[in-house]
């Protein structure tokens, strides 16, 4: 029993799979002035593309989830971590945002034969209508309940305003990023200018029709977001920064994405109280076992414990289970956390969800070897199997 007990902490962690998800942080403004991030909740824990999160209010937020291998509009209830979904239309849509009438959301919809248009679905599933009939958008902000401003496919992509009033557009700009925002307290809104060797975000008066350098960004990145204070956030990769524009001369990194198991940050949403980041990142299998291995080495089973399900199930190949519950996995090895050990990956392979570590480990019974298979599921490990 003592051998079998100690194998439980032996397999190294695996979060997740190689898609994008839909990550939910709480965000503060420090007293230096940065901002920290902290609790991150996998909302969309979802095989597939989710993506282009959009707050509604503090409470809900809109996203593009893929089910049935279609991309529906899913709303997200904060409070009561429930999705819905407000469309299911062959084909799917994209880029859900509210719509200033408070009745529905604006969504790129893209049906089975290729046709891309806006459209507008009532918020209480009461039908949808095309905001254009021809105009193949790509991505949109409003501006106010007559005007919009969109990323128009066209060759190169264009930036169009839109006064839905007077059913006229104007092109503004071409050769933009896909990254359109309101800035707060203004009328304006930003877009990414792309160059070659270069990114700068601009600010476009719409009214006025006029256009203003706000900041420079790295060449890769188009992706980012407004805090309630006036803040811009950008992901550069594995890390977060923030800038405030003029004052601060360069971006300042305020969180390493590897912390949470995350890489490769994209969309980027702040809640209109600024107390709520939502952003798209890949999981990262490697940060999350290193992050599970150093929390057991360290003997800080608080840390450890974090990565596993409530429902917890140990298993020897096939099928016979162990243990079950993390009541019982704590009980089982808590103790261990303070003996001598060590621990050698022979070999890692990563499968989906599963990852299949086979291990040397020397203990206070000797060397032992197995091959362990950890399964993964909304960010926890529900499952590991011993096979020996």
């Not at 929390?295 to 429902?311: I, L, R, T």
């Amino acid at each position: 029993m003592r051998t079998f007990i100690f194998l439980l902490f032996l397999p190294l962690i695996l979060w997740g799979q190689t898609d994008t998800e839909v990550i939910l942080f709480d965000i503060h403004l420090q007293e230096d002035g940065t901002y920290a991030i902290s609790n991150p909740e996998n909302i969309s824990s979802n095989p597939g593309y989710d993506n282009q999160p959009s707050f509604v209010d503090n409470e809900n937020l809109l996203f593009a989830k893929t089910r049935n291998k279609q991309t529906d509009i899913a709303l997200y209830h904060i409070p009561s971590k429930n999705t819905i979904f407000k469309t299911n239309t062959p084909g799917g849509e994209y880029s859900p945002t509210p719509m200033p009438n408070g009745k529905e959301i604006s969504a790129i919809r893209l049906d089975p034969d290729g046709k891309q248009l806006l459209y507008a679905y009532h918020m209480r599933n009461k039908g949808s209508r095309p905001i254009f009939d021809t105009m193949k958008v790509g991505y949109h902000v409003w501006v106010d309940n007559r005007n919009l401003v969109s990323f128009v496919l066209t060759n190169p992509n264009s930036l169009v305003i839109s006064n839905l009033k007077k059913r006229k557009n104007y092109t503004i700009e071409s050769g933009i990023g896909r990254s359109l925002q309101r800035i707060p307290n203004s009328e304006q809104i930003s877009y990414i200018k792309k160059e070659l060797g270069s990114n700068r975000i601009m600010a476009l008066d719409v009214f006025k029709k006029e256009k203003t350098k706000i900041a420079n960004l790295p060449p890769e990145v188009e992706d980012i977001c407004w805090t309630p204070k006036g803040h811009i956030l950008m992901g550069d990769q594995n890390s977060l920064y923030q800038l405030l524009p003029n004052k601060d001369k360069n971006w300042k990194p305020i969180a390493n994405m590897t912390e949470f198991g995350l890489k490769n940050i994209t969309r980027l949403a702040v809640s209109p109280d600024g107390k709520k980041l939502a952003l798209v990142a890949e999981v990262n299998p490697e940060a999350i076992v290193d992050k599970q291995y150093d929390a057991f080495q360290n003997g800080n089973y608080a840390d450890f414990e974090k990565y596993f399900d409530k429902n917890i199930q140990v298993a020897y190949y096939p099928c016979d289970i162990k243990v079950k519950g993390l009541q019982a996995f704590k009980n089982a090895f808590q103790r261990f956390f303070t003996e001598k050990r060590s621990l050698d990956i022979i070999n890692r392979t990563v499968q989906g969800n599963k990852v299949i570590d086979q291990l040397k480990a020397q203990t206070v019974d000797g060397e032992i070897y197995n091959t362990t298979i950890l399964e993964v599921k909304n960010a926890k490990i529900i499952k590991i199997t011993y096979i020996w």
